[in-house]
Nanobody, 123 residues
Framework: QVHLVESGGGLVQAGGSLRLSCAAS????????MGWFRQPPGKEREFVAA????????YYADSMKGRFAISSDTSTNMLYLQMSGLKPEDTAIYFC????????????????WGQGTQVTVSS
């Protein structure tokens, strides 16, 4: 059974940085692509970034390029999202996901989800 557990969310001022972490079972790393999504208040879940199971290739939503960086550490079974230059519109619940089937930019394509971690950016 795969469990995804996010951590690292919190309150940060605009312009600040946060690093989100996602702990996964050993089976997940090296088997499934993984990704991050976010859900702003009152809005649908949206794609943030994804990484292949090998960790060699990464993909980002256009609005996150240059500010966010996804990475994985297979030795510790951890997925990370380093966020910098945060803006109030980045306020959302951030979710870790694994095992996409289809369009990886679509939330419905992903089979495994964490419970989410809240990120709040104050102006």
């Amino acid at each position: 059974q795969v469990h995804l557990v996010e951590s690292g969310g919190g309150l940060v001022q605009a312009g600040g940085s946060l690093r989100l972490s996602c702990a996964a079972s050993a089976h997940t790393f090296g088997t499934y692509p993984m990704g991050w999504f976010r859900q702003p208040p009152g809005k649908e879940r949206e794609f943030v970034a994804a990484i292949t199971s090998s960790g060699r290739d990464t993909y980002y939503a256009d609005s996150m390029k240059g500010r966010f960086a996804i990475s994985s550490d297979t030795s510790t079974n951890m997925l990370y999202l380093q966020m910098s230059g945060l803006k109030p519109e980045d306020t959302a619940i951030y979710f870790c996901a694994a095992d996409p089937d289809g369009d990886y930019k679509t939330a419905n394509a992903w089979h495994l989800w964490g419970q989410g971690t809240q990120v709040t950016v104050s102006s």
